[in-house]
């Protein structure tokens, strides 16, 4: 997990908190009550330690993580095995959208202000918004864009239907940070979602 992506999620998570350094996994699932289950599974298996279960209406989502990359990773085989899947029976994800807006007006960034947990957002800068399905992929892609870009974390969201980012700075970094976001989703395999 890259500074600031840890930082927010942080700020976000109900359960064991992440820091700058460790690794994790998400997984994303329907029906969502079988979160509760398999939360638990990865858990008791592995030294991994649950950051996030969150069970809404169609889908559930939860996080673990550890210092250990190796953990993590158990932890993933670990689930897989027990749902008899392999990694590539994943959804591959798909961006949705993406919007650059530059200069961004004073009023605009106060209303973005009022929901963000991350940055402010400062007029005149450019934000990026990205969204993708399935919405727990925008982890990955926000941690991926940090590393490449020197950008501010304004926000994001990763439960329902889509997930999404919000960053800032100056237009370069934000396309640069557009670009390997785009990337790293586009370089992850799967099966089409429908």
């Known amino acids: 997990m890259q500074a600031q992506y840890a930082a927010f999620i942080g700020s976000v998570t109900q359960g064991d908190l992440p820091t700058e350094g460790m690794a994790a996994l998400y997984v994303e699932m329907a029906p969502g009550n079988e979160v509760f289950r398999v939360v638990d599974?990865?858990?008791?298996?592995?030294?991994?330690?649950?950051?996030?279960?969150?069970?809404?209406?169609?889908?559930?989502?939860?996080?673990?993580?550890?210092?250990?990359?190796?953990?993590?990773?158990?932890?993933?085989?670990?689930?897989?095995?027990?749902?008899?899947?392999?990694?590539?029976?994943?959804?591959?994800p798909q961006v949705v959208s993406t919007q650059v807006i530059t200069r961004i007006d004073p009023y605009q960034s106060q209303l973005i202000n009022r929901f963000r947990r991350g940055s402010m957002l400062v007029p005149g800068e450019t934000m990026l918004v990205?969204?993708?399905?399935?919405?727990a992929y925008i982890n990955y892609a926000v941690n991926e864009a940090e590393k490449k870009a020197s950008i501010k974390l304004i926000h994001v969201t990763s439960v329902g239907r889509f997930g999404r980012m919000w960053l800032s700075g100056s237009e370069a970094e934000i396309i640069t940070a557009r670009d390997a976001a785009i990337s790293a989703l586009e370089s992850l395999d799967g099966q089409i979602g429908s």
């Open 41 to 92: 599974i990865a858990v008791k298996a592995t030294e991994a330690r649950p950051g996030a279960q969150i069970v809404e209406r169609e889908f559930g989502m939860f996080e673990v993580h550890s210092r250990s990359q190796a953990a993590v990773l158990e932890a993933g085989e670990v689930v897989l095995s027990r749902l008899g899947l392999n990694v590539q029976d994943r959804i591959k």
């Open 130 to 135: 990205l969204e993708c399905a399935p919405a």
